[in-house]
Each structure stands twice: as structure tokens, then as C-alpha cells.
């Protein structure tokens, strides 16, 4: 029985659960950028790796019918005040995947990603298209698989971690990493695989053992995955947080050949797609480039500042559902938060392991960087030089792999073991979770239909 209540299988049946529920219950396209993120996919499997570029336009010939998807359910998104049906559903099955009638769809802001940010999607696309040629059913299918595959990664993330699996669990099951990982959207591979990288950073950080060839290969692969998803390299750099001596002799070419090849991934692809860029919303990423070199200190000071910006961008990484225009109660925001920091701070599963001082700076100042990265490449690309405006910009899910990163400067600056609290703080991580997802799953059904 004790098994039962392990936190890996926790979130295996707590995932599965809810996250099939959302798969299901949310109607196509209502989540951020879906119909975009299925245009890009549905490209792919169609040997379309690198999209067109046709005047102002960039994208990719697709099935016409996808055309009544978008004007049936596009209205819904942002409009509380518009509805859908079971029945609607059924009859959407109808629109068909035919190659021989087909039409342009523009889809710029995903036309740039790499085949690796869609790889359970794809196989989705590709195992549906086995016995049936019904684009909403090959959306599902797309759904459930991104669904399985952030399933068997939280599960292995959560097994393989030696510390913080309580804290792992309540990461991975946010309401907003859940809804994403049970739709379409390059976000759920780069999330999955960047907390499985961390988890085994953690895991050799605490080994004794000196890493063997399969540890490097596997670190290899990870590492240029996540550097080809939405051009993530900096993630890679959590390599350093390994202790040089656990890499055997010449630890410096290890580390060498798990960071280079990452590295040159993400620029060659950069290279593949440069041409086929258009910039969004008037952004301008080489006045922007110039802008922050010439006004460093103004936009430091724009990123750090904490201002209600903030709290709204943190607020998005975990409770904000749809495209941003629906949220549970904010109660179960600040219930969040507490639980968040008494997971980080409390030692409730391990034999008390320990982390440096100096390995704490390298966390801060790897997890700092991370932050500047991924809010730097978002004010490249969506926004006119000189405009630093967070909300317009930068939303919650993009800095959710930071959360874990996160967690564990928490746990390295102010830990303490206490067993009586150990059980109490478990049992009320994993109720929370399930009310927060069964808040979630009602808000959906009285939202959409």
C-alpha cells in the first residue's frame, strides 16, 4: 500500500486522470497558439520540415477543411461569452485530411521551431492517420500523445530526482503545465525534457560514482534536444553544476562534447530557418539587440524590477488557463506559493542531502541567466525596440522550467529536516493538487459549453 502513495505514482495517476479530462473537455484550439502549433506539426509529418515563405506570409500548404476548424472555433478564444457543444464536436469530426484539396495557412510565430518541439504530436498525427482521416480526431490523437509523453518524463523526472520529488510533483502538475502538456504546443517537450535534464544533474551532483559512457551520451542527447527546442541552449549550461571529478579524467572534453554539439544544433537550425523569419507585432530584433547593448542598465532594471507585472507573469505559470483569459480562485495562487517554498525548504524525502554554497551561487546565477535568455529572445521577437512592457510580452509558461531550478536554491539556502511534518506536508501537496485540478476541470466545462 505504501508503494501506492510514492510520489512518482502519485503523479502518474493524478496526470492521467485529469490530463486526459482536459484532452478531451478542451475544444480545439484553446490553448495558447494550438492552431498554430497543429499547423506546424501536421507540416512535418508531411515531410515539410523547413515551411514557405510566401510574400509577408510564412507556412505551409495543409487539408482546406482546417480552414472550418478555424472558423468554428477561433471565435470561442478570448469570447466568454461564446459556447460549445458535445453535438459541435461530433459534427467537427466531419472536416476530413485531404491532400488533394488543399489551401495556404500562415502560421509565422511556429513556423520557426524544430521538428524535436513536436515529437509526441507528430506520432500522434502519424498513428491516427493509420484509420482515420478526421482532422479533429487527429488533433486528439496529437493531445493524447504529448499528454503520454509528459506523463512517462514527469514519471522518470520524478524517480530519478534525489531530491525534491514532493516539490517535483507539485512543478508538474501546475494547472497551466498540465493543460499545455494535454494539448498542442511546443512548450510541453522543452518543459518535459528540461526537467528530466535537471533531475539528472541532481542525481549525478549526489553520486559518487564516476559517470560512464552511457550517463555522457544520454546527458549528450538531452542536452541537444532542449537546445533545439525553441532555441533553449543556455538550459544545457546546468551542466556545470556537476562536480568536474564525477566526469573521471579529462572532464573538461566530457563536458565539451555534451555542450558543443547542443550549441552548434541550435545555430545550424537558426541558420535553416533565418530565411524564412518575419517579424511580429513591428519587433526588430536587431534594433532591439542594439537597444538593450546601448541601455543596459535600463533593461536589467526592466527585467528585475518587481513590480504587479510580476506577480501577474507568476501568476500565468500556474494557474492560468484557455488563452490567458480564465483562472481558478487566486486563493489557490498563494496556497501555491506556500506550498511551493515549504517543498523547497523542508526535507520530507531524502537522507538528508546537502548542496554547497558554491554550488547554490552556480544555481542562482545559472537559473539568473536562463531568466535574461528566455525574456531576452521574447523581446526579440515580439517587440519593437526599446518597449519593455512584461505582461505585452512575457507570459508565465515560458519561465516554468525555471520553477525546479527555482525550488532547489530554496532548498540549498535555508533547508531543515522535520519528520513530523514530513507526512502532514505529502498528504496536503497532493489534495491540493487534486482540488486545484478538479477546480480547473469545472472551469472548463462551465467555460466552453
Not at 478542451?26 to 508531411?46: G, K, V
Not at 513556423?111 to 498525427?125: D, F, H, M
Not at 504546443?185 to 559512457?213: G, N, W
Not at 533545439?228 to 538550459?235: A, I, M
Request: charged share 10%; net charge positive; glycine share 2%.
Amino acid at each position: 500500500m505504501q508503494n501506492i502513495f510514492l510520489p512518482e505514482k502519485l503523479f502518474l495517476i493524478i496526470a492521467l486522470i485529469f490530463g486526459v479530462l482536459l484532452a478531451v473537455l478542451t475544444p480545439p484550439y484553446q490553448i495558447p497558439d494550438e492552431p498554430q502549433h497543429f499547423y506546424r506539426a501536421l507540416s512535418i509529418t508531411e515531410k515539410r520540415i523547413i515551411s514557405l515563405k510566401i510574400n509577408d506570409n510564412t507556412g505551409n500548404y495543409l487539408p482546406a477543411d482546417l480552414d472550418e476548424i478555424h472558423e468554428k472555433y477561433v471565435p470561442i478564444i478570448k469570447n466568454l461569452d461564446k459556447k460549445t457543444s458535445f453535438d459541435d464536436f461530433k459534427k467537427s469530426l466531419a472536416f476530413k485530411y485531404n491532400k488533394n484539396k488543399q489551401m495556404f495557412f500562415n502560421f509565422p510565430n511556429t513556423a520557426l521551431y524544430s521538428p524535436v518541439c513536436y515529437i509526441p504530436q507528430i506520432i500522434g498525427i502519424i498513428v491516427s492517420k493509420l484509420f482515420t482521416n478526421s482532422l479533429v480526431a487527429i488533433l486528439l490523437f496529437g493531445r493524447l500523445f504529448s499528454l503520454f509523453f509528459f506523463i512517462a518524463m514527469g514519471y522518470l523526472s520524478i524517480k530519478t530526482i534525489p531530491i525534491l520529488k514532493w516539490g517535483t510533483l507539485l512543478v508538474l502538475l501546475t494547472p497551466m503545465n498540465l493543460i499545455i502538456a494535454s494539448g498542442f504546443s511546443a512548450d510541453t517537450v522543452l518543459f518535459c525534457l528540461s526537467i528530466f535534464y535537471f533531475a539528472k544533474i541532481l542525481q549525478y551532483y549526489f553520486t559518487e560514482k564516476i559517470l560512464d559512457t552511457k550517463a555522457i551520451i544520454l546527458l549528450t542527447i538531452i542536452a541537444l534536444l532542449i537546445a533545439l527546442c525553441k532555441q533553449s541552449f543556455l538550459f544545457t549550461l546546468f551542466i556545470f553544476i556537476i562536480p568536474a571529478k564525477r566526469f573521471g579524467s579529462n572532464s573538461a572534453l566530457k563536458i565539451a562534447t555534451i555542450i558543443i554539439p547542443a550549441l552548434a544544433a541550435s545555430i545550424i537550425w537558426a541558420l535553416m530557418v533565418k530565411n524564412i523569419y518575419i517579424p511580429l507585432n513591428n519587433a526588430d530584433a536587431i534594433g532591439q539587440i542594439s537597444y538593450i547593448i546601448n541601455h543596459p542598465v535600463e533593461y536589467l532594471t526592466a527585467l528585475f524590477k518587481p513590480t504587479f507585472d510580476s506577480l501577474i507573469i507568476l501568476f500565468e505559470a500556474i494557474c492560468i488557463m484557455g488563452w490567458l483569459e480564465m483562472s481558478v480562485p487566486k486563493y489557490y495562487y498563494f496556497i501555491y506559493i506556500v506550498l511551493f517554498i515549504l517543498n523547497a525548504i523542508l526535507i520530507t524525502d531524502t537522507n538528508n542531502l546537502k548542496i554547497k554554497i558554491q554550488t547554490n551561487i552556480k544555481f542562482i546565477i545559472l537559473t539568473l541567466l536562463n531568466y535574461i535568455a528566455i525574456s531576452t529572445l521574447l523581446y526579440l521577437s515580439w517587440a519593437p525596440p526599446g518597449n519593455f512592457y512584461p505582461t505585452m510580452v512575457l507570459q508565465g509558461r515560458y519561465f516554468s522550467i525555471l520553477l525546479l531550478p527555482l525550488m532547489t536554491i530554496f532548498y540549498a539556502t535555508t533547508n531543515y529536516t522535520n519528520n513530523k511534518l514530513k507526512q502532514t506536508l505529502n498528504i496536503t501537496t497532493v489534495l491540493f493538487i487534486i482540488a486545484i485540478l478538479t477546480q480547473v476541470t469545472h472551469t472548463i466545462i462551465i467555460r466552453y459549453y
